[in-house]
């Protein structure tokens, strides 16, 4: 059975009208047409709807049953196929999964539930394990955001630089490495410990010192940078991290951070989400919300309080910065 459903509309203007003219002036269309519009909301009810009663029209008794659903109708219809309305945070019902990195979620986890509890209590934060190795479950709509290390290659991926992040090395203290200059020698000479979910002894800064005709010895790989650092303050392992995002938990910890005698580019930091999201209200709350949460790592103490799009130093509009893959 094949509906027109602009007749629910047409209706609709006829009961509230209780006329042909004015529903016709009322949808803006001539009264042949909404006569004609009447003569098939007759057919398909098999019901008169508007009937005659001297020089007016008078609705039937199942006209009247069903007038104040068909009015909710219409208006459904339009709030779904319209403009979206203004967020109500306060009203707002809805679950979100935010996998970030192990590091990241130390760093910002709590600013970021405690921030989105403040303004939208109705809403409900999952932080999922740290990323894997490809979109999928951004794509199916799994994870509503992820961080990365790196710019997504897939056009429906969106993406948001949010910050850079400059390695440093941590030890425990009174460790050898922190008597004296760190030499880029003395730093290959200790043993080391990286950080990796498949367990490799190898990262780039291997490739950068074989560059420079040297070698570290790679004694072990942490999954996480928790237990990293743990480590590290535990035994004579050195271990490379992100400055930013690992900062509040090496001060917690007591580690020593020593500059990392190695000239790298920062490590950038990126808030993936996809397409599907680039117009959801609620969705563009939450990843402003995560962009002004991680900014703070990265930005000094009086520059905290400015704006997201000063702090950003370009416009942090969603979409327009999620293209600039």
Do not use: C
């Amino acid at each position: 059975m094949q509906l027109d459903l602009n007749l629910l509309t047409a209706l609709d203007a006829l009961l509230e009208e209780g006329s042909v003219a004015g529903a016709a002036a009322r949808l803006h269309v001539t009264s042949p047409a909404m006569s004609r519009s009447l003569g098939r909301i007759r057919k398909a009810t098999g019901d008169q709807i508007l009937v005659r009663t001297g020089r007016s029209m008078v609705p039937t008794t199942r006209a009247l049953a069903m007038r104040a659903q068909v009015h909710a109708l219409v208006q459904q219809a339009h709030q779904l196929l319209s403009a979206q309305q203004e967020l109500d945070l306060a009203a707002l019902d809805r679950v979100f999964t935010v996998r970030w990195h192990d590091a990241l979620t130390a760093a910002s986890g709590t600013a970021l539930t405690t921030a989105v509890h403040r303004q939208a209590p109705g809403v409900r934060l999952r932080l999922s394990a740290e990323p894997r190795t490809d979109d999928a479950e951004l794509r199916r709509g799994e994870v509503d955001l992820e961080s990365s290390s790196s710019a997504p290659t897939l056009p429906d991926i969106r993406h948001r630089l949010v910050g850079r992040d400059r390695l440093v090395v941590a030890v425990r203290p009174g460790h050898p490495l922190t008597e004296g200059p760190l030499s880029l020698e003395r730093y290959a000479a200790a043993e080391h410990l990286t950080v990796s979910r498949r367990g490799s002894l190898r990262d780039p800064i291997d490739d950068a010192l074989t560059t420079r005709g040297l070698e570290r010895r790679v004694v072990a790989a942490g999954p996480t940078a928790a237990f990293a650092l743990q480590l590290a303050l535990d035994t004579d392992l050195v271990v490379t991290l992100p400055d930013a995002v690992t900062r509040t938990a090496r001060e917690q910890l007591g580690l020593v951070t020593l500059p990392l005698p190695l000239p790298l580019p920062d490590v950038p930091l990126y808030l993936l989400w996809h397409q599907r999201y680039d117009n959801d209200r609620a969705h563009t709350w939450l990843r402003d919300l995560a962009t002004e949460t991680v900014r703070a790592l990265f930005a000094p103490p009086a520059a905290s309080q400015q704006p997201l799009t000063d702090r950003a130093g370009h416009d942090g509009h969603a979409r327009g910065e999620a293209r600039s893959s």
